[in-house]
């Protein structure tokens, strides 16, 4: 089905360890973007990308890189991970091209990282 | 700079009873789009409507209803006579169009007791 796939669901790291959260869409949408999610906060923009080759930073980007070599993916690095990147993370894909009528966000079902 | 606040933190209602979710953005560009979504327990996003800048229609769903006022800057969103399914978390959210940031409000926890 059509849509944006994030992997893994969740994942426990140990602070210091680095990893990559995937997000992948096939619904060729050139924005994509990448949230967090932590109680009493809502969800905060992480880093955004309005097409491939093409990254900037949204409102709480530090720890956190990304890079955009695909319209299709969108990962998401955390090199030394700490226990403030304890989050829910969400990856979301934005239709642009398919005119106003049919613009909205799809959002990915979501990434549950513990840091210890 | 774009801003969605939801004054609202935590909503607990009987069910059958009617429920008011607001909603109050800020944003200098005279094009953009609001949203709401609804986060149950399951953890994912449920879109639930968008609405343009150009369009002040109220909007009527079955049970859900909302209501834009460009006047107040409010969005606010009614569920009529509630049900158990409805507990959630619901945000609002804001864009000001296609690659341009989505921006959310904090959520408002809704509880419907039985």
Redesign the interface.
Known sequence: NAGVTQTPKFQVLKTGQSMTLQCAQDMNH??M?W?RQDP??????IH?S?GAGITDQ?EVPNGYNVSRSTTEDFPLRLLSAAPSQTS?Y?C?S???GGG?AN???T?G??T?LTVV | AQKVTQAQTEISVVEKEDVTLDCVYETRDTTYYLFWYKQPPSGELVFLIRRNSFDEQNEISGRYSWNFQKSTSSFNFTITASQVVDSAVYFCALSTGANSKLTFGKGITLSVRP
């Open positions: 050139e924005y973007s949230y009493g906060m809502g969800l905060r923009l955004y309005v949204g829910v969400f979301a934005s239709n642009t106003l613009y909205g966000y959002f079902s979501g549950r």
